[in-house]
């Protein structure tokens, strides 16, 4: 784990690594989502608390239901797309507590705390999307995560029992580069970092 990544391997999953908003029709299939999920589970989460919900959306059943909550700029790219993951949390995550930490009582210091709950899903669901995008890139998949819906109707839709929530979605598959906007400026170490 000492060893640095290679810089083409840092430029697949940073440097040259593009949001994408068009698609090539190519599957993503069942065993590349599985391969997917079994990077992602092992990155870090406060007191291993997991989370994060991934529902892929892939038929064309599930996205129509899906659309029905897509902000209308992002509607096309959600057609396009081979697979739309839903990125959602557990409200409940700290249920499972006993079984992700089991050295220690993790569980009782969230019970009776929903602003805990809520502040501590929302936080590691959203680390857990970003480590999604990065799995997915050393995949060799592109990503193009997206905020533009409405929570409460893709709530409703998808999970009415109320447990899990959405955080926000994330188009993946295998991006069509021709369609790329050009890239948009990063802010300098000097404006965006102190070291003290």
Request: glycine letters at 6%; charged letters at 25%.
């Given at each position: ?9 840092l ?5 040259q690594a ?5 698609w090539?029709?190519k ?9 997917l999920?079994?990077l ?6 406060a ?6 919900r ?19 700029g ?28 089991p ?8 019970v ?23 799995a ?11 905020s ?9 839709e998808?999970f ?15 991006g ?9 400026p ?11």
């Open positions: 784990m000492s060893t640095a990544l290679p810089a083409p391997h430029d697949q999953l940073f440097v593009r949001t994408h908003n068009a090539t029709p599957p993503v299939t069942d065993d590349t989502i599985r391969a999920y079994d992602l589970k092992w990155a870090p989460t007191a291993n608390s997991n989370p994060g991934f529902v892929f959306v892939r038929s064309a059943e599930a996205k129509a239901r899906l659309l029905n909550s897509v902000a209308p992002n509607v096309d790219k959600v057609k396009e797309a081979p697979c739309c993951v839903i990125v959602a949390y557990d409200s409940e995550f700290h249920d499972l507590l006993p079984e992700l930490f050295s220690r009582d993790m569980r009782s210091g969230f009776g705390k929903p602003e805990l709950i809520a502040e501590t899903a929302k936080r590691n669901s959203a680390l857990q999307g970003a480590y999604m995008i990065l997915a890139r050393a995949l060799g998949l592109d990503a193009g995560p997206m533009g819906f409405d929570h409460a109707a893709l709530d409703a998808f009415p029992d109320g447990r899990w929530k959405s955080n926000f979605l994330c188009n993946i598959g295998y069509d580069a021709d369609k790329l906007f050009p890239r948009n990063r802010l300098a170490f000097e404006d965006a970092c102190r070291v003290l």
